[in-house]
């Protein structure tokens, strides 16, 4: 509670919970707010925004709010789906990694140093090339290879939980391993979870826009990567439609940055510590500039 | 270690891809059983996985990585061109991102809470969002006919000259390189903010303040020192990225280098092509992780003990 009423006075926080929840919505009720269907023309190909067609036609002459709308769907549907994916995979095993501390950790370690230095992209599309194109096999690939940022965070975390007072007392008192993580450890993680969730929508959303781009969306639904894939290959760039471009890229742009700043403001929230380190030389600074002003 | 891992991780992953060379070649109706089994053969798909394995392990310390599915040529020769090509693009724009960023980066730190520091985190966080392909695809639109916009070099040059050719190359790489510097600017220009305002903070900064040293000695010999450590970890780890990074980038710009070579490999099944520009990119992302872990012992000596 106390870090609630902490994150509802930075305006940041405010600002990307509002684009992410805006976001959600708009996914949730999809259909109900498409003005025109999304698999026939309602317009002359490459129409311009006008008031018919907000933002315009794409290049058979389908609605291109429609389209970021439904698309808006499929596109966070990977993002929360991935991110929980990740969450899973990277909060279980950061969790029992330092819980458990000894050989398992050294184990998960070497794993997901492994998994760090392996380059993503290449790796999701060779993956996406070997499943095939669906937006499930989209989902599991992010999610696979984007839980080793999550789990590191959270055995750190675990690590400095695990010799505090709290959990001592409650082992001598005979408490057990599954239950000391569910009251102990579970709840003081939950904020670093929801941070790294957050993060990893913003990350899935990047992702699934790249592997559409590449050509290994799913060919069967309308996401933000493959509109602007299809705008690119089906000559948008050449007839000058910058309408059939920009929705899809603002919108990604948008939902990244709104998790970025909600997951940061998390993290700042908190550890205090990384939102006054900067006092004193800010007033360093400032002085000696007046002082060299003065002379 | 980790590369001979990596190594192996590539054989496994590979070998697990559906279908082979065969099946795509013997799409040839008709084709006698035989006929394929001699294709099979030819490309050692006939042999056990062990053996396979084996003999890739041999074959890769001789520096082979066999032929190219798509133009049996061997994929060590191919891949290398297509770093060649790529390097000088990613290269430029990173390299100008990191001087950029470390400057802006420097400067925010130092006005921190003002109107400037504010718009330059705005900016750098906003850019950092940007989808790669998309700020690719604006800057083709915006500047299709001033720069050129697909390729590496211009076909029609007739005789160039040696400074004809690099002119040309140099237009051709600014639109890409420059997606690449906008791309990853923001990262570098956040990351050196927020350890510059860390090592503000210390007390060795405030010593040399308490001495009366000037502000750029402050800034740059004392605070900016501190600061370095995050610095080349994350162009380290940049750089290791490029290679494979450009990706988007040679897909829109249509830049015959590794990114693009990556996404016709996988429309054509070329899986030892595959193959050999994954372990590339690896291997290069290992051996600069393992620079930035030697640059980092240089300058900080306390990370050794």
Not at chain 1, 36 to 44: A, I, V
Not at chain 1, 145 to 159: C, D, F, G, T
Not at chain 1, 215 to 221: C, H, I, S, V, Y
Request: aromatic letters at 10%; glycine letters at 8%; proline letters at 5%.
């Amino acid at each position: 509670m106390r870090l609630l009423r902490r994150l509802a006075h930075r305006p940041t926080i405010i600002a990307g919970i509002v684009i992410v929840l805006a976001f959600t919505l708009v996914a949730i009720f999809a259909p109900l707010l498409e003005p025109y269907p999304t698999d026939r023309p309602s317009g002359e190909p490459f129409e311009p925004p006008s008031s018919a067609h907000w933002l315009g036609t794409d290049d058979v002459g389908v609605d291109m709010l429609s389209l970021t709308i439904a698309g808006t769907q499929n596109s966070m549907l990977v993002g929360f789906a991935a991110a929980f994916v990740a969450i899973l995979v990277g909060g279980t095993v950061g969790i029992i990694a330092g819980y458990r501390g000894g050989w398992s950790e050294t184990g998960v370690v070497g794993v997901t140093d492994f998994f760090l230095v392996i380059p993503g992209l290449p790796l999701m599309i060779v993956l996406a090339a070997i499943f095939g194109q669906s937006i499930y096999h989209i989902v599991v690939v992010i999610g696979l290879l984007s839980w080793m940022s999550v789990s590191y965070v959270v055995r750190a975390q675990v690590h400095t939980l695990k010799v505090r007072g709290f959990v001592a007392r409650s082992r001598s008192l005979g408490a057990s391993d599954s239950y000391i993580i569910r009251r102990h450890i579970l709840p003081h993680v939950a904020p670093l979870l929801v941070a790294q969730t957050v993060l990893a929508v913003a990350i899935a959303v990047f992702f699934e826009a790249a592997l559409a781009f590449v050509g290994l969306g799913d060919l069967e639904r309308i996401s933000w990567g493959t509109i602007l894939q299809q705008a690119f290959q089906h000559t948008a760039v050449s007839a000058g439609a910058w309408w059939a471009i920009v929705p899809p890229g603002v919108c990604i742009a948008l939902v990244v940055l709104g998790c970025f700043l909600v997951g940061q403001g998390v993290e700042e929230a908190m550890n205090p510590r990384l939102g006054h380190a900067h006092v004193a030389p800010r007033s360093f600074a400032r002085r000696s500039t007046w002082v060299e002003e003065e002379r | 270690m980790i590369a001979f891992l990596a190594i192996s991780f590539s054989f496994v992953l590979f070998r697990a891809l559906p279908g082979d060379a065969v099946t795509n070649i013997s799409r040839v109706p008709n084709m006698p059983p035989e006929a394929r089994e001699a294709i099979r053969a030819e490309f050692g798909l006939d042999k056990p996985l062990s053996t396979q394995y084996v003999l890739y392990l041999k074959e890769l310390v001789q520096g082979n990585l066999g032929l190219s599915f798509q133009t049996r040529q061997p994929v060590l020769g191919e891949v290398l061109e297509r770093v060649r090509n790529t390097i000088p693009m990613v290269g430029v724009g990173a390299v100008v991102a990191i001087l950029v960023g470390t400057l802006i980066g420097v400067s925010a730190a130092y006005r921190q809470g003002t109107v400037r520091d504010r718009a330059i985190t705005g900016t750098a966080m906003v850019l950092y969002a940007l989808p790669v392909q998309w700020l690719a695809i604006l800057l083709l639109v915006a500047f299709a006919g001033v720069l050129p916009t697909s390729g590496m070099s211009d076909p029609y040059l007739v005789d160039p000259s040696f400074w004809t050719v690099l002119l040309d190359r140099l237009r051709h790489m600014v639109l890409p390189s420059a997606v690449v510097t906008l791309v990853i600017f923001g990262s570098f220009a956040l990351v050196v903010r927020s350890s510059q305002l860390e090592a503000l903070g210390e007390d060795h900064v405030l010593t040399a303040r308490a001495k009366g040293y000037g502000n750029r000695r402050v800034i740059w010999r004392e605070s900016f020192r501190s600061a370095l450590l995050p610095l080349v970890t994350l162009s380290t780890l940049t750089l290791g990225w490029v290679i494979a990074g450009g990706i988007l980038v040679e897909t829109v710009f249509s830049w015959p280098g590794v990114g693009l070579a990556t996404v016709q490999a996988v429309g054509g099944r070329d899986y030892p092509m595959l193959q050999g520009i994954f372990l590339f990119i690896t291997l290069s992302v290992v051996a600069f992780n393992f620079l930035g872990d030697v640059l980092h012992a240089v300058l900080d000596p306390r990370v050794v003990e």
